[in-house]
Nanobody, 125 residues
Framework: QVQLVESGGGLVQVGGSLRLSCAAS????????MGWFRQAPGKERDFVAA????????KYADSVKGRFTISRDNAKNTLYLQMNTLKPEDTAVYYC??????????????????WGQGTQVTVSS
């Protein structure tokens, strides 16, 4: 049974930092493209970042480039999202996702096979 469990969310002030973690079980994370998405109230689930299973290249949404960094620890089967210089518009529930063999469509939520339950990030001004 595949499980993705996010942690690390919370309340932070504008300009602050958080690091989200996503612990994977039931799959070998290094063989999956792993992504982070976020969903604010009343809005669609948006792509944030992904790390591609072949070669480890990364992709980012324009809104987070230069502020967020996605990484993975294959030994721990864990995905991370380091979020710096947080802004109020970063407030959302953040989800991690795993996509088998996914390369070219990593920005699309529908392309992922497995999802975590989400962790709330709130940035106060």
């Amino acid at each position: 049974q595949v499980q993705l469990v996010e942690s690390g969310g919370g309340l932070v002030q504008v300009g602050g930092s958080l690091r989200l973690s996503c612990a994977a079980s039931g799959l070998t994370a290094s063989r999956y493209t792993m992504g982070w998405f976020r969903q604010a109230p009343g809005k669609e689930r948006d792509f944030v970042a992904a790390i591609i299973w072949t070669g480890g290249s990364t992709k980012y949404a324009d809104s987070v480039k230069g502020r967020f960094t996605i990484s993975r620890d294959n030994a721990k089967n864990t995905l991370y999202l380091q979020m710096n210089t947080l802004k109020p518009e970063d407030t959302a529930v953040y989800y991690c996702a795993a996509g088998s063999g996914l390369v070219g469509r990593s920005v699309y939520a529908a392309a992922y096979n497995y999802w975590g339950q989400g962790t709330q990030v709130t940035v106060s001004s």
